[in-house]
């Protein structure tokens, strides 16, 4: 079946439909992966923030939180404040609390609210939210959005240090948040379809018409030259303008006569395109030449901008040494050495005495200058592969691989007197500073987190002691 449309509607109609299918089905793809994204994103953020907010809180201290009267404990308040401020410096976390499971039933131990709906300590929650169960042993997040009598969330979970499959951390956000993110996309989509829509309407029209304007000309062109002989004819038929062209190139076919003179021209031409073709390619191979160098440059200079992004995330920013993260890494890496060949190691966990009055007498600033300058005498007091970290405050830890009990506490004692006898100048000030060390060895049927928490209490038993001594954990 001929369909009796002009080229011109043909080449705008297939160009307007391929450009339509194009632009849509990127704009769709486009769409549908910024949702994905950004489902994604939010529930990467709740599970991350879940689990970093579940290592400040210790399991073991929320046993007696059993009941509503149980509001008054301290450490109810505590950790209900801590929450609180969590809570505050998010402004897209709706609740934090903490749960409790006992058998297949979940019960509140602390929640953040501060309305009247605020759920009280032994409070059951009825809802059955699968990922929150599995909260209790990993990290999870919400695939969906799911209802309860506070509203409609999507949360993260996590389960809380020490917590044995018993507590876990919980992160709401509001879903009305997300759903505001989702329906911007939405309206962003649309607005690009219809944008993709004009500017295909606009593509596909000025190229049939600069396609058609071409043949009418060569067609008028034609009827000029076509008044003279050779009658051989082309048969052929194509229900558009073409069939014009083709009677117009019967009746020039018996010019062919000149055609040894226009052949002559075209070779002329030819030579020309050649050589420009030449000119442009030579042009072309140095601006890509250009251009290579250029990305090559960037890219060195992006695995730069990388290598510090990395330092700068697993460095403490004042003393230079390695942060808590960074230290936890390496902490996991020893345990994983001493699981396949028993090779020892110890931490160290030191707490600088009496540094709060170094900051009321002196100011912050020269606090500041006595956590680095004893951080350089740190690194001097222990061996090349010791690691030496700020874990937080005027607290320090140092990992001792392929050492013993004995030869930490021995290490401590050298690193404690080390301390003590220099006089640390701050600023105009000489001051004189000390330590509190507690010293702990892993071993078979301790966790990492039971060595430091070996470490941490020879610390407060120094503390306890008089301050300045060195403690090992028993």
Same mark, same amino acid.
């Given at each position: 079946m001929e369909l009796k449309f /002009? !080229?011109?509607k043909k080449l705008f109609l297939s160009h307007f439909l391929a450009v339509l299918l194009v632009s849509g089905s990127i704009g769709t793809y486009f769409y549908f992966s910024s949702v994905n994204s950004l489902i994604g994103s939010l529930q990467d953020r709740l599970k991350y923030s879940a689990a970093l907010i579940s290592e400040t809180i210790d399991a073991g201290r929320l046993n007696n939180i059993r009941k509503a009267s149980d509001v008054s404990l301290p450490v109810y308040q505590e950790y209900l404040q801590e929450l %609180? =401020?969590? %809570?505050? /410096?998010n402004p897209d976390i709706a609740y934090l609390y903490i749960m409790r499971k006992v058998g297949n039933r979940v019960f509140f131990v602390i929640d953040s609210d501060e309305s009247e709906a605020q759920a009280l300590p032994g409070k059951e929650y009825m809802v059955h939210v699968p990922t929150l169960l599995e909260g209790f042993d990993a990290a999870s997040v919400d695939k969906k959005i799911w209802e309860d009598e506070w509203g409609s969330f999507m949360s993260g979970y996590a389960p809380l240090k020490n917590g044995r499959g018993e507590y876990l951390i919980g992160i709401d956000m509001r879903a009305n948040e997300v759903k505001h993110k989702l329906h911007t996309l939405r309206i962003s989509g649309v607005l690009s379809l219809l944008c993709s829509i004009i500017l295909a309407f606009i593509f596909s029209r000025l190229l049939s018409k600069n396609f058609t304007t071409p043949i009418q000309l060569l067609i008028s062109r034609c009827s000029e030259i076509s008044r003279g002989g050779f009658? @051989?004819?082309?048969e052929l %038929? /194509?229900? =558009? @303008? $073409?069939?014009n062209l083709i009677a117009e190139f019967n009746s020039m076919s018996s010019q062919l006569w000149d055609s040894q003179k226009k052949n002559r021209t075209a070779e002329e031409a030819l030579i020309r395109s050649k050589e420009n073709l030449e000119l442009r390619i030579e042009e072309r191979t140095s601006e890509l030449i250009d251009l290579n160098r250029k990305l090559v440059q960037e890219i060195s200079e992006r695995k730069n901008a990388e290598a510090m992004l990395e330092q700068a995330a697993t460095s403490d920013p004042l003393t230079? !040494? $390695?942060? %808590?993260?960074a230290m936890v890494d390496q902490l996991k890496f020893q345990e994983a050495r001493y699981r396949r060949d028993k090779n020892p190691f110890v931490i160290l966990l030191i707490d600088l005495d009496h540094f709060k009055d170094v900051n009321d007498t002196y100011g912050h600033d020269a606090g500041d200058q006595a956590l680095i300058a004893v951080t350089e005498h740190l690194r001097k007091s222990t061996r090349s592969q =010791? *690691? *030496?970290s700020r874990w937080g405050g005027e607290e320090f830890l140092i990992l001792l691989p392929g050492t013993s009990l004995q030869g930490g506490a021995v290490l401590a004692e050298k690193v404690r007197q080390h301390i003590e006898e220099h006089i640390f100048v701050i600023g105009e000030q000489s001051v004189r500073l000390a330590l509190s060390i507690g010293v702990a060895e892993y071993h078979d049927g301790l966790t990492l987190n039971g060595c430091i928490k070996a470490a941490d209490t020879a610390l407060y038993r120094a503390k306890r002691l008089g301050r300045n001594r060195v403690e090992v954990s028993e």
């Open positions: /002009t !080229i011109q %609180r =401020d969590f %809570r505050h /410096t009658n @051989e004819k082309l %038929r /194509t229900g =558009d @303008e $073409l069939d230079g !040494i $390695l942060n %808590r993260r =010791d *690691v *030496v």
